[in-house]
């Protein structure tokens, strides 16, 4: 079936410098993408989310980038900070009426912060 | 900060008893969502609901069952633990009128069966 999946089980980066976790995803009809960033021991938490007529959108310190010709997805985290270190999923959805039934959830990459 | 609360956090429980995973949240969603995760790994749809009265069942093949009776309370049950039932537990919930929004989730059941 159709899934989502992220490159690489750990990152680990320098605090300060910037963080780009990459996700690929297989469904050329999900149309909208979210990124959650899980702590430990806690449920996972919405950082940003996507459209799919989007390419790029910006948060507080975050950035998504949807690339469609690829199926290639990415969360990049500026100035990256201890409070950062977590595990991150991204997740597609192929609209369904909205909400998450039709989310599909990659593994996840754990993010590891080095001081 | 999301106002969906599960409980309990925690549970270590003997093989073959009967248990209730809760489950509530405050936010006057239609939607709810049953995930299961095992540790670093991606979650797993179980069980969904559109509403009162409304239950379907997920991608992941799972033996518990649920019951949506109000809106804001979704429990799981497992008639009978076993320990391939030890996972993490999450519980979600989304604005079902507005297209595209993302689920809000508790903090999650740690299941431990022995």
């Known amino acids: 079936g159709e899934s989502v999946g992220l490159h690489l089980p750990t990152l680990s980066v320098q605090e300060g410098d910037n963080s780009i976790i990459n996700c690929a995803y297989s469904?050329?009809?999900?149309?909208?993408f979210i990124w959650y960033k899980q702590e430990s021991g806690k449920g996972p938490q919405f950082i940003i989310d996507i459209r799919s007529n989007m390419d790029k959108r910006q948060g507080q310190r975050v950035t998504v980038l949807l690339n469609k010709t690829v199926k290639h997805l990415s969360l990049q985290i500026a100035a990256t900070q201890p409070g950062d270190s977590a595990v991150y999923f991204c997740a597609e959805n192929l609209y369904s009426g909205g909400g998450a039934d039709g989310l599909t959830f990659g593994k996840g990459t754990h993010l590891i912060i080095q001081p | 900060e999301a106002d969906i609360y599960q409980t309990p956090r925690y549970l270590v429980i003997g093989t073959g008893k009967k248990i209730t995973l809760e489950c509530s949240q405050t936010?006057?969603?239609?939607?709810m969502y049953w995930y299961q995760q095992d540790p670093g790994m991606e979650l797993h749809l179980i069980h969904y609901s559109y509403g009162v009265n409304s239950t379907e069942k997920g991608d992941l093949s799972s033996e518990s069952t649920v019951s949506r009776i109000r809106t804001e309370h979704f429990p799981l049950t497992l008639e009978s633990a076993r320990p391939s039932h030890t996972s993490q537990y999450l519980c979600?919930?989304?604005?079902?009128?507005?297209?595209?929004?993302?689920?809000?989730f508790g903090q999650g059941t740690r299941l431990t069966v022995v």
């Open positions: 469904n050329s009809a999900s149309d909208y």
């Open positions: 936010m006057g969603h239609d939607k």
């Open positions: 979600a919930s989304s604005d079902g009128g507005a297209p595209n929004t993302e689920a809000f």
